[in-house]
T-cell receptor, first 111, second 115 residues
Framework: TQLLEQSPQFLSIQEGENLTVYCNSSSVFSSLQWYRQEPGEGPVLLVT?????EVKKLKRLTFQFGDARKDSSLHITAAQTGDTGLYLC???????????FGPGTRLSVLP | NAGVTQTPKFQVLKTGQSMTLQCAQD?????MSWYRQDPGMGLRLIHYSVGAGITDQGEVPNGYNVSRSTTEDFPLRLLSAAPSQTSVYFC??????????????FGPGTRLTVT
């Protein structure tokens, strides 16, 4: 069974600070997705990374896929209160049909 | 497009009751799935379908049934509700971008409480 771990579990920071959250596994994934989920809503896809070492930028968010495709990181520059939410990573299994989700990092950005 | 819709939004059941959670999508996606989300555990896959008439079990299928008679609809049935099935349930649909990558679109969720 492929498992994903995320750290930290909780993170509370002031607006304007930078932060990095991590998604780790002992398994190799074909691709990895990052989602943000707000209370009472379903997850919303932020990005998909496919190639080992790949870096993708989405405004102030930078996503990186590890060289071995076992881990990923999400870096937020100058966090805003609107970044508050649960950040989930999901790895695509080797059959290309299912995604395994990590438990999430709950981010709170304070004004 | 409405995207992925789920009904009901909230539901309270007594132990032993049965019910069906509805899920529909209007994006013509072949792949649909059901997840449950519990505190600290992320989303766990219950059942999924790669097309009409085809379903398969995910990580936690016990106590749930699904069917896929059309591309649009993917209902989840609880056969005999148990308190352990108290959770938030999400339906998702996906398409391939050509590199066998499934971009998943989630519904708003159904919050189920079993007493």
């Amino acid at each position: 069974t492929q498992l994903l771990e995320q750290s930290p579990q909780f993170l509370s920071i002031q607006e304007g600070e930078n932060l990095t959250v991590y998604c780790n596994s002992s398994s190799v994934f074909s691709s990895l997705q990052w989602y943000r989920q707000e209370p009472g809503e379903g997850p919303v896809l932020l990005v998909t990374v496919v190639t080992g070492g790949e870096v993708k930028k989405l405004k102030r968010l930078t996503f990186q896929f590890g060289d071995a495709r076992k881990d990923s990181s999400l870096h937020i520059t100058a966090a805003q209160t609107g970044d508050t939410g649960l950040y989930l990573c999901a790895g695509e299994d080797n059959y290309g049909q299912n995604f395994v989700f990590g438990p999430g990092t709950r981010l709170s950005v304070l004004p | 497009n409405a995207g992925v819709t789920q009904t009901p939004k909230f539901q309270v059941l007594k132990t032993g009751q049965s019910m069906t959670l509805q899920c529909a999508q209007d994006m013509n996606h072949e792949y649909m799935s059901w997840y449950r989300q519990d505190p600290g555990m992320g989303l766990r896959l219950i059942h999924y379908s790669v097309g009409a008439g085809i379903t398969d079990q995910g990580e936690v299928p016990n106590g749930y049934n699904v069917s896929r008679s059309t591309t649009e609809d993917f209902p989840l049935r609880l056969l005999s509700a148990a308190p352990s099935q108290t959770s938030v349930y999400f339906c998702a649909s996906s398409y391939s971008t050509g590199q066998v990558i499934y971009e998943q679109y989630f519904g708003p969720g159904t919050r189920l409480t079993v007493t």
